[in-house]
């Protein structure tokens, strides 16, 4: 299975944001290339939040480019054959810490948002940290950081706050 068509059938079972899914997956309809970088009317992104529920807190990173507080993600690559896959690597990638487990059921939430490559159609995992798990800053961030969950509102936009209260309620 192409990941093109791994993104089809998450979208097609993920039961939240039906309208957002509609747009999402006629995206995908319209544009055989929606999945890369390169369709520039848009294109499929996948990030996690990486949770660490035993001590209260989500890791975020200072996206070099934006200047805001996101969670991991970014763009899929041709080696990933899923759309979780693409989450895990970027929340992997992102944050430096090894043995980071999805939270099983599939995306927790959908945030479509304009950047300066392009419309993103974010498919947002959580992640859960090991314990004790240390962070290391990427070359795609300024900074990396934990926060606890009542302090996100105060540095993230409200795209994070609904996606940490999404996966929080997955708990």
């Known amino acids: 299975m192409s990941l093109y068509d791994d993104a089809v059938l998450v979208l097609k079972n993920y039961e939240d944001q039906k309208e957002l899914r509609q747009i999402y997956l006629d995206h995908l309809a319209e544009h ?19 949770i660490d529920p035993e001590q209260g807190r989500v890791l ?21 054959d899923t759309l979780a896959a693409a989450a895990l690597r970027e ?12 939270l099983p059921g599939g995306p927790v939430r959908l945030d479509r948002h304009h950047t300066p490559c392009a419309w993103h159609l974010d ?3 959580a992640a859960l940290a090991p314990s004790e798990a240390v962070e290391v800053i990427s070359d795609e961030s300024l900074d ?26 997955r708990l």
């Open 123 to 125: 498919v947002q995992y």
């Open 144 to 169: 990396l950081r934990w926060f606890g969950y009542d302090e996100v509102a105060t540095v993230a936009d409200e795209s994070v706050v609904r996606l940490m209260k999404a996966a929080r309620a």
């Open 91 to 102: 929340g992997t990638e992102e944050s430096g810490i090894a043995g980071l487990g999805l």
């Open 32 to 50: 055989p290339d929606g999945m890369w970088k390169a369709c520039e009317d848009g294109h499929i992104t996948a990030s996690a939040l990486v």
């Open 60 to 80: 975020l990173t200072l996206h070099r480019k934006l200047r805001m507080w996101l969670q991991m993600g970014g763009h899929c690559e041709p080696a990933d």
